[in-house]
């Protein structure tokens, strides 16, 4: 059974803060991914990572930087937090099965607000 | 841009009765598409996927591919209060190294007892 954790289920943070936001993933999948969710907007990607150390930008990249120093580890950084950053924050990993069968698995959110 | 459209609605349909999701993508070249289900404060889970135009089946629910047409659906069938959340579509498209999903805004589902 595929599990993806997230380190906090709810944060709060003043403006300015520096904020980090982990996900483990214990399936050894090779991608690892970084949403955030907003009503109306649904669901955007902010980073990628296919391998460790590798990243590329999803669509909403900027005001996060991210870090994967190990394949099960993938981090948010949000490095001067703004109240436009309140959100939930989705991490999800999938493994490269082939193009039609990759499934993305979520953990269960964090829920960030930025006061 | 690639874009996933969904009616955000609500749906509401009555207990036992058929539920019928519909999603148009933009892009032609899209080869997979994914169904997840997201109960209020809960993270996606994955209900299934299809790449093949026609009709995928598991248990209660059904997927439609049209190609085509640019569209793919998602039936349920006997609809129970439990399958009340937000659907959500999403597609396949290639990126560097991997594979990134482009999801719709998600239909609210409300199946009433």
């Known amino acids: 059974d595929v599990k993806v954790t997230q380190s906090s289920r709810y944060l709060v943070k003043r403006t300015g803060e520096k904020v980090f936001l982990e996900c483990v993933q214990d399936?050894?999948?090779?991608?690892m991914f970084w949403y955030r969710q907003d009503p109306g907007l649904g669901l955007r990607l902010i980073y990628f990572?296919?391998?460790?150390?590798?990243?590329e930008k999803g669509d909403i990249p900027e005001g996060y930087s991210v870090s994967r120093e190990k394949k099960e580890r993938f981090s948010l950084i949000l490095e001067s937090a703004s109240t436009n950053q309140t959100s939930m924050y989705l991490c999800?990993?999938?493994?490269?099965?082939?193009?039609?069968?990759?499934?993305?698995?979520f953990g269960p959110g964090t829920r960030l607000l930025v006061l | 841009q690639k874009e996933v459209e969904q009616n955000s609605g609500p749906l509401s349909v009555p207990e036992g009765a058929i539920a019928s999701l519909n999603c148009t993508y933009s892009?032609?070249?899209?080869?997979?598409f994914f169904w997840y289900r997201q109960y209020s404060g809960k993270s996606p889970e994955l209900i299934m996927f299809?790449?093949?135009?026609g009709d995928k089946e598991d248990g209660r629910f059904t997927a439609q591919l049209n190609k085509a047409s640019q569209y793919v659906s998602l039936l349920i069938r006997d609809s129970q209060p439990s399958d009340s959340a937000t659907y959500l579509c999403?597609?396949?498209?290639?990126?560097?190294?991997?594979?990134?999903?482009?999801f719709g805004k998600g239909t609210k589902l409300s199946v009433i007892p």
């Open positions: 999800a990993s999938s493994s490269p099965t082939g193009l039609y069968q990759e499934t993305q698995y």
């Open positions: 399936m050894d999948h090779e991608n």
């Open positions: 990572s296919y391998d460790v150390k590798m990243k």
């Open positions: 892009d032609r070249g899209s080869q997979s």
């Open positions: 299809i790449y093949s135009n």
């Open positions: 999403a597609v396949v498209h290639s990126g560097a190294g991997s594979y990134q999903l482009t």
